[in-house]
């Protein structure tokens, strides 16, 4: 078998965490896998590296933050490949430059153009391990680049992709994806097998434990994500196309994200391209609109409500007042103190009922929906923050995801 | 006027340093001169990093060494470009493989064999300042190379030469080069102008302010060096070829180093081929041979004498006690309490006489002289430890260094 094999900052974030992620990889070697390794930099090094940068200047150049920023996964590599070679494994770590991993010139954000690996695959063809540093590339013109936060994820899914492995391991400080937060559901349980799809929902609903691009880059290219504890020897979550789970629940799992604003603007002459009206200087500002509701009233004039992220709610507020006086809309009003909670699962698509019986969960525990949005595989509502706990325990037990002991 | 900056690990070993640095750096710029930067890590940083691998392992791997420890350079070269655009200088940090420095594949002492440089001369005609790690380089199968410590002198008058600049300037945490060192004579002067046989000279017998790879390069190149500090704002040692140097002295410097032991194989049977039984065995355990002496006695039998860097003393008088077996010698003995004092000056060629007044100078001063050693421009003397500050400031006023009030 051929595995790419994933670790985070806090599995190698001390020595002693580089050795047991280095006796991973040897028992993976050791089994006859081809394995290749993608690390991130030692957990807390980025913020330190980013920290000096910042004490010297508040907007450092892009460029030299990618060059000062992924020297961190270099150390990592590095020293994982000595631990390994200390074991008697062939290891050799690579910089994104070193393994042909071209990006477009967009520093701190860049995307995979193509990957240039035909060094690795000899490694892996002489039973040697290959330690890439994730995270990062080079542009055409010879530029260190590097993909964003998380962006390692993305190099492991890639590189997998390249390498034609069976699966990509992704090793990180949870032990899989849950039906909710066990912190509010102490009931909830891991998940063995999920779709992408659920995986994209699930994570843009707050459940940050895979970085979306590379869920969907794995969507694309149908490689299977295994993802799983670098702490706890227990299978995770596998992540893999649909056809490949079984025959399901309605709902795989119940979402929730407090960090959320809601906006509306009331009483807008109606008129087509209003909403470009609305969002197109919101776009400009770099804030990310996310549920958006239209009502058309009696008067010819229309509301548009929507959801920021929390930290957006005060420049959002501000330009919309602006936008507001030169729409000749009534007014604006805002709130911080909203959530979302989604329930998701391809199951949905043949279970009907599935959203009355979400309403009537939520009616009966008195909590008050505010908006509602809905896709193929997910219907979220907007509703008071303080309600968000009971929220997700009573839609929880609704959809039958509590464990049994 | 086009030059190249070089700054040690005390040079950016802070934010606070990093600042300085560069505000000679905007200095050079704004007088018009077009300027390159070569950066050492900052100080401690690559310790540090080398602490981190020995603990992993008491053998790293050298390819990984290199690839960990060139992390160095490239932070503190991303935090001083950083700095220099806040200034609104254009600076662009350049790795040892980005700016195309090819070396051998020697790892952690790597040999630089070509430089690709053509970006580099495009941002120095911009007015724009690249900044590049020293010490590192990339072998043509894209390996991560170090030339060894104290690299990146070289580093930067291969850059110097390569780019054609006038001059290279070296900033380190010294003012210059002195006739002597101050802490035994203080009345030692810094020497404003010095060739390059003469630094090296002086490099060789401890005084180790410039690498002596990096002077020999300057030295083929005539690439004269500026060595100077980056705290005072201060003149400091031009190093140029001889012609360039003023009708001189008959002595620069006086030099020495406690660093030595001096063994003697007594009682050797006389033949061709004896100085290769003797030092082929030393030279195979990677010890550095230096003051060699050999007298033939009348019994047919010869004595050999030699030095070595005390650190080596043990093991090379093991080697040569199965040595002097073999070749049926009477005996080994040895001595580490002994050391190195030098005189030092191009003018000696002509100027009579100087042999002679070192010796009269030492004589009257009650020091035995235990080997001499010679060459165009250098007189060595093996002399016991316990008189060298007694010979080197008898020497330093022997021969009119002393400054004048």
Redesign the interface.
């Known amino acids: 078998m051929r595995v790419v094999q994933k670790f985070g900052g806090t599995s190698v974030g001390s020595?002693e965490r580089?050795?047991s992620t280095a006796s991973l990889i040897e028992r993976s070697v050791r089994q006859g896998h081809e394995t290749a390794v993608v690390v991130s930099a030692m957990s807390g090094e980025t913020n330190r590296?980013l920290g000096?940068?910042r004490?010297?200047?508040e907007q450092?150049?892009a460029?030299?933050?990618d060059?000062?920023v992924?020297?961190g996964e270099?150390?990592s590599?590095?020293?994982l490949?000595?631990?390994l070679?200390?074991r008697g494994i062939g290891?050799?770590?690579y910089?994104g430059?070193?393994a042909g991993f071209f990006t477009d010139s967009r520093h701190s954000r860049a995307r995979i153009q193509r990957i240039e690996c035909k060094?690795l695959l000899e490694h892996l063809e002489r039973g040697e391990v290959p330690v890439l540093t994730g995270f990062q590339g080079v542009d055409e013109r010879?530029?260190?680049t590097t993909l964003g936060r998380g962006g390692s994820d993305t190099s492991a899914v890639a590189l997998a992709i390249v390498l034609k492995a069976d699966i990509c391991d992704i090793y990180t400080d949870v032990d899989g994806v849950y039906t909710t937060d066990p912190r509010i559901v102490p009931t909830a349980q891991k998940i063995e097998c999920i779709s992408y799809e659920e995986m994209l929902e699930l994570a843009s609903q707050g459940a940050k434990v895979l970085q979306n691009r590379s869920v969907e880059l794995a969507m694309r290219n149908t490689m299977p994500i295994h993802l799983r504890s670098s702490f706890e020897d227990v299978s995770g979550t596998l992540v893999t196309s649909e056809d490949e789970t079984m025959e399901r629940a309605s709902i795989t799992g119940v979402a929730y994200n407090r960090d959320e604003a809601k906006i509306t603007i009331r009483g807008i002459p109606d008129h087509p391209g209003i909403a470009s009206d609305v969002f197109g200087p919101i776009a400009r500002t770099d804030i990310n609109v996310d549920v958006i509701v239209q009502n058309v009233s009696e008067d010819g004039t229309t509301d548009i409500t929507f959801t920021v992220p929390r930290g957006d709610f005060g420049p959002a507020m501000k330009t919309l007042k602006d936008v507001c006086k030169e729409m000749k809309a009534r007014d604006v009003k805002g709130d911080d103190t909203v959530a979302k909670v989604s329930i998701i699962g391809v199951g949905m698509r043949s279970h009907s009922g599935v959203a009355r019986q979400m309403f009537k969960t939520l009616a009966k525990e008195g909590v008050n929906i505010q908006m509602i949005t809905t896709s193929e595989i997910k219907i979220t509502v907007v509703i008071d923050e303080k309600h968000v706990e009971l929220a997700v325990r009573a839609l929880h037990s609704a959809f039958d995801l509590d464990a049994k002991n």
Request: proline share 3%; net charge neutral.
């Open positions: 020595l580089i050795r590296l000096m940068a004490e010297l200047c450092p150049q460029r030299e933050l060059a000062l992924s020297t270099q150390v590599a590095a020293l490949a000595i631990e070679h200390k290891a050799y770590s910089t430059m070193q060094g010879g530029n260190i």
